[in-house]
Antibody
Framework: QVQLVQSVSELKKPGAPVKVSCKASGYTFTNYAMNWVRQAPGQGLEWMGWINTNTGNPTYAQGFKGQFVFSLDTSVNTAYLQISSPEAEDTVVYYC????????????WGQGTLVPVSS | QSVLTQPPSVSGAPGQRVTISCTGSSSNFGSGYDVHWYQQLPGTAPKVLIYGNNNRPSGVPDRFSGSKSGTSASLAITGLQTEDEADYYCQSYDSTLGAYVFGTGTKVTVL
């Protein structure tokens, strides 16, 4: 069965880079896009962008360019989200979500990774 | 600020029917882009409930149904059950933003 398993939460200090992983299993990794979605505590969902798992080409939504980097390691079927300089307002939950191949929606989601940032 | 607007909350007694609206615009629903719905139970990841306006993935009860007309969409829950208490989000694509967009979210409470 399709599974997306994300890395566990780790407390980070402001400015310390953060890398969230999303390991996929149960399907051919390079056949489906991987998306990233952000959710602040008690708030709604926000699409951050996606990465083409075949070419490695990332696309960032407005407001997520510069500080966030999407990457892949196709040898281990894993997508990564790197946050270069998280601040306290970046203490949110990040989800990876697989893009369905025949429709612009997200058919499988990771369990989410909370990135708490505190000095 | 989301381009898809939902009511913050709806409520109903067990067994009742509730509907959640999702209001878009000419650059998303009005341009023919589909609406999809997600259910997020407390403390968990979202799960797709309806895709392609009115299709249910396997395992989703037929109590849930979706529709879209013009620049609006809606999700209906019939025979409301206590386990339906959750947050619900609509989602589509917006051609002006060039991005996937989520609705503002609706909390469903079973009285």
């Amino acid at each position: 069965q399709v599974q997306l398993v994300q890395s566990v939460s780790e407390l980070k200090k402001p400015g310390a880079p953060v890398k969230v992983s999303c390991k996929a299993s149960g399907y051919t990794f390079t056949n489906y896009a991987m998306n990233w979605v952000r959710q602040a505590p008690g708030q709604g969902l926000e699409w951050m962008g996606w990465i083409n798992t075949n070419t490695g080409n990332p696309t960032y939504a407005q407001g997520f360019k510069g500080q966030f980097v999407f990457s892949l390691d196709t040898s281990v079927n894993t997508a990564y989200l790197q946050i270069s300089s998280p601040e306290a307002e970046d203490t949110v939950v990040y989800y990876c979500a697989r893009g369905h191949d025949q429709g612009a929606y997200f058919d499988y989601w990771g369990q989410g990774t909370l990135v708490p940032v505190s000095s | 600020q989301s381009v898809l607007t939902q009511p913050p909350s709806v409520s109903g007694a067990p067994g009742q029917r509730v509907t959640i609206s999702c209001t878009g615009s000419s650059s998303n629903f009005g341009s023919g882009y589909d609406v999809h719905w997600y259910q997020q139970l407390p403390g968990t990841a979202p799960k797709v409930l309806i895709y392609g306006n009115n299709n249910r993935p396997s395992g989703v009860p037929d109590r849930f149904s979706g529709s879209k007309s013009g620049t609006s969409a809606s999700l209906a829950i019939t025979g409301l059950q206590t386990e339906d208490e959750a947050d619900y989000y609509c989602q589509s694509y917006d051609s002006t933003l060039g991005a996937y967009v989520f609705g503002t979210g609706t909390k469903v409470t079973v009285l």
